[in-house]
């Protein structure tokens, strides 16, 4: 079980007016839950990401595995029993996830989908719906955030009502082991689990976004200079 923060939310907190556990009610508390994701940068391994509460005893783990057409994590608790799977269409505009219960896939275990809202974005955001919001009309709930930052935020629905909030905690031991740790205040009555699936995919999401910008500029920087080189053997 996490450890509560007994610290007062930030003032702009507000609080879902409905207890209702996405994932599972074992992951709602009525108090603020502090939480520390920390994604292993050097090594890809199972347990790539980790996720600890206040004290330091893990919570949940990742691990993630590729298929040929989808690409696939699993969201695990501290005994290694799979919660999640979080499966990824990898031909979809706009980087669509889709979670199920335990390790299915099957369409009658859907919980929810994430995509982006839209193609081109300069910063993140993620529109979340519930597994009987069919139409996707209206999201139920909202994620924004500055990666560049290493933050963001999450809404209930199309409200400015916030139910959990991200940080980046950067410290010397962190760089140095190769390490990104994020802060995750999740607010009461919130799924945390569910919150934390959320933030897998948006830094998987941003992962792979900077992953595509890198070697689109690796390969112009290399055209250019074949092509400054062509030039200059011309003369």
């Known amino acids: 079980m996490a450890q509560f923060s007994t610290s007062p939310f930030p003032p702009s907190a507000n609080p879902l007016p409905i207890n209702a556990p996405i994932i599972s009610p074992h992951f709602c508390a009525s108090y603020p839950v502090d939480l520390s994701i920390v994604r292993n940068v050097k090594t890809i391994r199972d347990g790539d990401f980790v996720v600890t509460d206040v004290n330091g005893n893990i919570i949940f783990k990742v691990k993630g595995y590729a298929f040929s ?44 989908t994430v995509k982006r809202s839209s193609m081109f974005q300069w910063k993140p955001k993620l529109d979340v719906f519930l597994a009987n919001n069919t139409d996707e009309a209206v999201c139920d ?95």
Not at 183 to 204: A, E, K, Q, R, S
């Open 141 to 235: 709930f909202k994620v924004q955030g500055s990666w560049s930052e290493k933050s963001c935020v999450v809404y209930a629905g199309e409200s400015s009502s916030i139910v959990a909030q991200m940080h980046k905690k950067t410290t010397v031991q962190s760089v140095l082991i190769g390490k990104d740790n994020f802060m995750v205040t999740v607010y009461p009555n919130v799924d945390y689990g569910f919150i934390v699936t959320l933030i897998v995919i948006l830094t998987i999401i941003n992962e792979t976004a900077q992953q595509v910008a890198d070697t689109s500029a690796a390969v112009g920087a290399a055209a250019g200079e074949a092509a400054g080189a062509a030039i200059a053997s011309a003369f």
């Open 69 to 112: 057409c989808h690409s696939n994590r699993v969201l695990l608790d501290a005994a290694g029993n799979p919660i999640v799977t979080l499966r990824q269409k990898l031909m979809s505009a706009h980087d669509r996830w889709q979670v199920f219960r335990g390790e299915s896939t099957d369409s009658s275990d859907l919980i929810f």
